[in-house]
C-alpha cells in the first residue's frame, strides 16, 4: 500500500484509507469541493435552467423537490456508485475496476449537456489537483483512461482523488454530494429568483437526503446503477435549444 510523502511535518496517510476526516484530509476535501475551486461549477445548472423557464421550479418548495430527486434517483445517485468505484479502483489497485468506471462514466450520461458537463468539470478537476496536491496515482488514472481513450467524469476523479490522498470513502462522498447540492441551489436562487435565506433553507432541507444518499450508496450493490429522473434529462435536452440561456446545461 502506497503512502503519502510527509509534507512539512504532516504525518503521511495510505492510499485508500477509509477513516473520518480531520486536519490535513478535512482541509483538503474542503478546497477540492469549495465553490472556488476552478471546475467551472458556476457556469452549470444540471438542466435546471429550462425546469425554471417552464415553470416546473417556482420556489423554494420546487427547488428543494427537484434536488432532491437528482441526489436520490438521478445523477447524484449515479455520481455516488461511480465515485465509491473509483475510490476502491485506486485502493485496491484494481485496474479492471477502474476500467469499469470509466467505461460507465462515458455511457451513463442521458444528454449531451450532462456529458459536457461531467468530463468538463473531471478533466478541470484532476489539473488542479495535480499541480497543487500532486500523486503518481492520479497520473497513472489520467494515462490509463488516455490509453482507453475514455474521459475521468467528474464523480470517478474526485474518487480517485480522495483515495490517493488517504481521505475517507464515506466523509469524502458526503462532501462530494453536499458539493453537488449545494451548486444547483446557487443555480436555482440566481435563476428562480430566491433570496439567500431561501437558499439556506433549502440546503439545511437537503440534510436528511444527502446523509441518506450516502448511506444507500455504500450499502448498494455496485451493478445496482441508474437513474430515474426523467424530467431532468427532458430538461437538460431541451435546455440545449432554449433561447436565452446563462448556464452551460
Do not use: C
Not at 120 to 130: I, K, M, N, S
Amino acid at each position: 500500500m502506497d503512502i503519502i510523502t510527509d509534507i512539512e511535518g504532516v504525518a503521511p496517510r495510505a492510499v485508500g484509507a477509509d477513516r473520518p476526516l480531520g486536519g490535513q484530509g478535512l482541509v483538503q476535501l474542503l478546497a477540492w469541493l469549495s465553490p472556488s475551486f476552478p471546475v467551472g461549477a458556476f457556469s452549470y445548472s444540471h438542466g435546471i435552467e429550462y425546469a425554471v423557464e417552464t415553470g416546473r421550479v417556482t420556489d423554494r418548495g420546487t427547488l428543494q423537490d427537484w434536488i432532491a430527486a437528482l441526489v436520490s434517483f438521478g445523477s447524484g445517485r449515479v455520481d455516488a456508485a461511480l465515485f465509491l468505484a473509483a475510490h476502491e479502483a485506486l485502493a485496491e489497485q484494481d485496474d479492471a475496476l477502474l476500467e469499469w468506471v470509466l467505461e460507465r462514466g462515458d455511457a451513463l450520461r442521458a444528454t449531451r449537456e450532462f456529458g459536457v458537463e461531467t468530463e468538463g468539470q473531471g478533466a478541470a478537476f484532476l489539473t488542479a489537483v495535480a499541480r497543487a496536491w500532486p500523486h503518481p496515482e492520479l497520473d497513472r488514472v489520467k494515462a490509463f483512461a488516455a490509453s482507453l481513450a475514455r474521459p475521468v467524469v467528474y464523480p470517478a476523479a474526485v474518487g480517485a482523488a480522495a483515495a490517493a490522498h488517504g481521505l475517507g470513502r464515506r466523509d469524502a462522498l458526503s462532501g462530494y454530494l453536499h458539493a453537488f447540492a449545494a451548486n444547483l441551489v446557487s443555480a436555482g436562487v440566481r435563476l428562480v429568483p430566491l433570496g439567500q435565506s431561501d437558499g439556506l433553507q433549502v440546503i439545511a432541507g437537503l440534510e436528511p437526503v444527502l446523509l441518506d444518499a450516502v448511506a444507500v450508496a455504500l450499502a448498494r450493490s455496485r451493478d445496482d446503477l441508474g437513474s430515474a429522473t426523467v424530467l431532468s434529462d427532458w430538461a437538460s435536452a431541451s435546455h440545449e435549444t432554449q433561447y436565452t440561456r446563462l448556464f452551460r446545461s
